[in-house]
C-alpha cells in the first residue's frame, strides 16, 4: 500500500513531499522539481539538498526532527489535538500546518496565492482571548485557520494593520503572532514585554512586542520576522531553529537531555551563517542576558536563523525572553543551556566565563566585556522598559521580582569573579 503523502510549498513550487513510515517517522524527500528551481534552498543545514537518499538512517532522523520541530508542543499540542480530533505527528501537520514558522506551507493543494483575512469586531475578540481559542470559530463559509507554531503557551497567528486585528483565512499569511496570557504563568505577557523591552534597550535585536489590554485580558502581539512586504503582499521567509538545524528531537532541546548546549550554538553559527562575527556577538549577549534576566527556559528552539532572500542566512532577532526565575513555587529555575558550565546561577564560579570563552574560542577579555557591559546596564535598561510601561498600563507588581532576580544574579556573578 502506498504511503498517505503531503505536498510542502514554497510559495507556487512544489519543495517537496513528506510521508509517515512503518514506524511513525516523518520521511521528507525533495521533489525534481525543486532541486532544479532557481529558488532552490535546503530547508534545514541538517537536510542538505541532493546528497542522500530518504533511506538514509541520519537524513530520515533529521527530516522527522524538522517536521516535528514544526508542530506545537506539550499542553498545547494535547489541545489542538482535542479541539481538532486528531492524533500523531502526521495527522496534525496534515490538519493544521498550511502557515508555519518560515515559508514552507504544508497542504495537498497547492496554496493559493489570493490571501482571505477576516475581520473581527470587539465581541470575536473578547471570545478569541476568553478561550484562548488555537483556531477561530472559522468564518460564514465554514472555512478555518490552518497554522503550526512551535511552544508551549497558547497562541494564534494574526494579520495586524493600523490598529486591526484580522484572522487569516485557510493558509493565508499571517504577520504577527498573538500570545495569550496562562492560567498557569501569572502576568505572563507583560513579564515577556518587560523582557524583550530591557533587552531592547540594552541594543540587543530583538523582535517587536506590543503588550495589550482588552476588558479583562491582556496579550501580547510578536511581530513576525519571517514575513516581509513585497509589491504590497506579505512574503514569507524561511527559518529554521537550532533544534532542526542540529537535528534534536523534542526535549532535546535542552542540555540537561541532548548534551547539546552554547558550544553547539556558537559552531552552528560558525558553519551557517553569512554573516559570523556579528552573529557570534549577538549570540553572546543573547547568552549574557539570559543569565542576567533569569530566564532559564532558553533552549534551542527559542534561537533561529532566517533565510533572507531564502539564501544569506543570519541569526533571526531573539524572541520568548522570559524572566523565568520571577515566578516563584513549584518552577525549574535551573539553565535550560548552561552558563560557562553552570546548570544554575548560584553554580556560576571563576571558571565560568573562561569556558564560554573557550566554547567561542575568542580571548577571555572579550567575553567578559560583553558580559560586564551587560551587566553594568542592565538595570537602567529594565528600569526604563518598566517606565515605558508603565506611561501606557497600569502598574505591574510583578516587575519587582523581576528586579530582586536580576539583582541576585549580578550578586552571583560578582562572586565569581
Ligand atoms: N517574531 C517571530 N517571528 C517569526 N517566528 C517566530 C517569532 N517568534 C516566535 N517564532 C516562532 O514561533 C515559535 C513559538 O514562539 P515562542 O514565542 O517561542 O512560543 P512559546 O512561548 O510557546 O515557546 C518559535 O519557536 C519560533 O519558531
Ligand atoms: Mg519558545
Given amino acids: 500500500m502506498g504511503h498517505d503523502k503531503l505536498n510542502v510549498w514554497y510559495e507556487d513550487c512544489l519543495v517537496g513531499s513528506v510521508y509517515e513510515n512503518e514506524v511513525q517517522k516523518l520521511i521528507f524527500e525533495y521533489s525534481p522539481e525543486w532541486l532544479t528551481s532557481v529558488r532552490k534552498f535546503s530547508l534545514s543545514h541538517s537536510m542538505p539538498l541532493n546528497t542522500y537518499t530518504p533511506e538514509e538512517k541520519e537524513y530520515a532522523l533529521a527530516s522527522h526532527n524538522f517536521f516535528t520541530n514544526l508542530l506545537p508542543e506539550g499542553h498545547s499540542k494535547a489541545r489542538i489535538e482535542k479541539e481538532l480530533k486528531v492524533s500523531g505527528d502526521f495527522q496534525l501537520l496534515k490538519a493544521i500546518g498550511g502557515e508555519c514558522a518560515g515559508a514552507l506551507s504544508i497542504s495537498e493543494k497547492k496554496p493559493s496565492s489570493c490571501y482571505e483575512y477576516e475581520e473581527i469586531d470587539n465581541d470575536d475578540l473578547d471570545e478569541l482571548l476568553n478561550t484562548r481559542s488555537l483556531y477561530f470559530k472559522g468564518d ?26 484580522l484572522l487569516p483565512v485557510d493558509d493565508a499569511p499571517s504577520t504577527h503572532i498573538l500570545k495569550y496570557k496562562s492560567h498557569q504563568f501569572r502576568n505572563l505577557p507583560a513579564l515577556e514585554t518587560i523582557a524583550t523591552w530591557t533587552a531592547k534597550n540594552l541594543d540587543i535585536p530583538v523582535v517587536d512586542v506590543q503588550y495589550m489590554e482588552h476588558d479583562n485580558n491582556d496579550f501580547i502581539l510578536v511581530e513576525r520576522y519571517d514575513r516581509v512586504f513585497s509589491d504590497h503582499k506579505i512574503k514569507r521567509l524561511h527559518q529554521e531553529d537550532f533544534s532542526q538545524a542540529l537535528s534534536l528531537f523534542g526535549d532535546n532541546k535542552y542540555e540537561q537531555y541532548s548534551g547539546k548546549g552554547f558550544k553547539d550554538c556558537i559552531q552552528l553559527v560558525q558553519t551557517v551563517s553569512d554573516n559570523v562575527r556579528q552573529d557570534m556577538k549577538k549570540l553572546i549577549q543573547w547568552h549574557v542576558f539570559n543569565f542576567f534576566i533569569g530566564n532559564s527556559d532558553a533552549h534551542m528552539k527559542n534561537l533561529s536563523f532566517i533565510y533572507h532572500d531564502n539564501s544569506q542566512r543570519s541569526l533571526a532577532p531573539f524572541y520568548d525572553l522570559v524572566p523565568v526565575q520571577a515566578y516563584q513555587g513549584d518552577i525549574d529555575h535551573s539553565l535550560s543551556m548552561y552558563f560557562g558550565g553552570a546548570a544554575h546561577p548560584y553554580e556560576i564560579n571563576p571558571e565560568s566565563l573562561e569556558i564560554i570563552s573557550k566554547e567561542c574560542k575568542a580571548r577571555p577579555a572579550y ?33 519587582d521580582r523581576v528586579e530582586r532576580v536580576i539583582k541576585k544574579n549580578i550578586e552571583h556573578y560578582n562572586k565569581s569573579l
Fill in 140 to 165: 460564514k463559509k465554514g472555512r478555518k485557520q490552518r497554522f503550526s507554531l512551535a511552544g508551549a503557551q497558547d497562541k494564534t497567528v494574526v494579520y495586524y494593520q493600523g490598529d486591526k486585528i
Fill in 367 to 399: 567575553i567578559v566585556t560583553i558580559a560586564e557591559q551587560i551587566k553594568n546596564n542592565i538595570m537602567d535598561a529594565f528600569i526604563k522598559a518598566v517606565d515605558e510601561f508603565e506611561d501606557n498600563h497600569s502598574v505591574c507588581f510583578c516587575f
